[in-house]
């Protein structure tokens, strides 16, 4: 984990930073960017669903067998390293970060993210990530379930087809051919059952700051960010001193 970095004529402190939104809205590309820029710990949540995911699938559990699941969870070991200045995500020990990414994984995390167990065990461990402070975290219940007393929370959005768009070409790069038509169809019905579930639902916390992102270049995305965290700083709303960035 980064623990110190600078940048020219720029303070900011220890603080923890919920970044939520929908699929596609640029949360992780902008969680991590921005933590480069702090010398934060950059905290993808949302591949630790995958990778509990992932288990799932590969233990061939069906949507049926939430018990099997519950009871997968309390004997998976979930770990997110810097390896050569990057995140990795390790399950069991094993490098995932690539194949948590898969399309298959998009179908099925969702119902899996839904099940009490698996979300309390995330969280407990998404809290002893971020005990120290200095936390970029992002998901889709950050500000409003996992940590609802952050110093600050973004909710990023934009709409479906930017968002589907977004993605596909995230999937063609890796050399998964889809049409664009159904990867917007699933985007979207990601959102109806993130939006619908009955625990941790998708919403926008009251006091989170709303970006949309569908006319916003990643750059763009984490500089409003800066500004609002340079902000927090300067009202000393948190006591907790770290580093200046050159």
């Known amino acids: 984990m980064p623990k110190t970095g600078k940048e020219k004529g720029e303070e900011t ?29 950059y905290l993808d949540t949302g591949a630790m669903y995958r990778a509990v995911t992932l288990k799932v699938i590969r233990e061939g559990i069906s949507r049926g067998e939430k018990d099997r ?21 390790f399950l069991d020990g094993e490098d995932v970060t690539e194949l948590i990414r898969s399309p298959e994984v998009d ?11 698996v979300r309390r065990r995330m969280v407990q461990l998404q809290r002893e990530m971020a005990r120290e402070g200095g936390v970029i975290a992002e998901g ?24 589907g768009k977004r993605r596909w070409l995230e999937l063609r790069k890796r050399g998964i051919q889809l049409t664009l038509e159904e990867v917007v ?3 979207k019905r990601r959102d109806r059952m993130d939006i619908s579930r ?35 700083v300067r009202k000393g709303k948190h006591s ?7």
């Open 13 to 41: 402190r220890r603080l923890i930073i919920a970044i939520d939104g929908p699929a596609g809205s640029g949360k992780s590309t902008t969680a991590k960017l921005l933590a480069e820029r702090l010398g934060y710990h």
């Open 69 to 89: 699941v519950a009871e997968l969870v309390d004997r998976t070991r979930i770990e997110l390293r810097y390896v050569g200045g990057k995140m990795r995500v």
């Open 240 to 246: 907790d001193m770290v580093r200046q960035r050159t």
């Open 107 to 117: 179908r099925e995390i969702s119902w899996v993210s839904q099940i009490p167990q």
């Open 140 to 163: 889709r219940d950050m500000g409003t379930v996992v940590f609802p007393d952050a110093d600050l929370k973004i909710y990023l959005t934009a709409t479906a087809e930017e968002r």
């Open 185 to 187: 169809d699933e985007i």
């Open 198 to 232: 009955k625990i941790s639902p998708l919403r926008k916390a009251k006091d989170a700051v709303l970006l949309n992102t569908t006319d916003l270049s990643v750059r763009d995305q984490v500089e409003a960010i800066a500004r609002l965290v340079r902000r927090i």
